[in-house]
């Protein structure tokens, strides 16, 4: 199967400091991959889509300069929140897919709490 | 404007019997249509998908059917089991968006034994 791994599950700041957030395929090369965040009892939010040597895609409303995605190789890509603030605190899922016409498969997701 | 829709929050049913969840669409760009399963706290599992070109599609105990000319698609579970319970998202994607995904706002299930 195929298997994304995030790093780290659980993560606590203090605020005005960074968090960098990783996430990798472990069996595939993903061209692509995707950064959601969640807030409780709500549904995945697309953040932004991270293409591999490439600029990421910001969805409307998600600033670029805070949360700074790289997409260095076919196996990684970080998401970086700078400046961290309390209500970034939140739980942040990546995933990859394989190909243009394959499911896409998530991490096993960040909680993020800024203090 | 919510683009994919999943109108029931919730989903009680008894072990054995049949799951039935239901999502709506309005982008009739979209292509791809999955469903995942989430435990709280983690990632999205996948379950299935189907391709806009088929109607219906099964996997073992899910069974995914999919109405284009009324935009929706529903997940069927049978029979449901208690280890099924969680929140299901239903997902779609539009090739020429780039194929990412959008997800309804889910439907969390509950079988009881």
């Known amino acids: 199967g195929a298997v994304v791994s995030q790093h780290p599950s659980r993560v606590i700041c203090k605020s005005g400091t960074s968090v960098k957030i990783e996430c990798r395929s472990l069996?595939?090369?993903?061209?692509?991959m995707f950064w959601y965040r969640q807030f409780p009892k709500q549904s995945l939010m697309l953040m932004a889509t991270s293409n591999e040597g490439s600029k990421a895609t910001y969805e409307q409303g998600v600033e670029k300069d805070k949360f700074l995605i790289n997409h260095a190789s076919l196996t990684l890509s970080t998401l970086t929140v700078t400046s961290a603030h309390p209500e970034d605190s939140s739980f942040y899922i990546c995933?990859?897919?394989?190909?243009?016409?394959?499911?896409?498969?998530f991490g096993q997701g960040t909680r993020l709490t800024v203090v | 404007d919510q683009q994919v829709k999943q109108n029931s929050p919730s989903l009680s049913v008894q072990e054995g019997r049949i799951s039935i969840l239901n999502c709506d669409y309005t982008?009739?760009?979209?292509?791809?249509f999955l469903w995942y399963k989430k435990y709280p706290a983690e990632g999205p599992t996948f379950l299935i998908s189907?391709?806009?070109?088929?109607d219906k599609n099964e996997d073992g105990r899910f069974t995914v059917f999919l109405n284009k000319s009324a935009k929706h698609l529903s997940l069927h579970i049978v029979p449901s089991q208690p280890g099924d319970s969680a929140v299901y998202f239903c997902a779609a994607s539009a090739r020429s968006a780039g194929n990412k995904l959008t997800f309804g706002g889910g439907t969390r299930v509950l079988v009881k034994p």
């Open positions: 189907i391709s806009s070109i088929k």
């Open positions: 995933s990859a897919k394989r190909g243009a016409d394959t499911e896409a498969f």
């Open positions: 069996d595939f090369q993903a061209t692509t």
């Open positions: 982008n009739s760009m979209f292509d791809y």
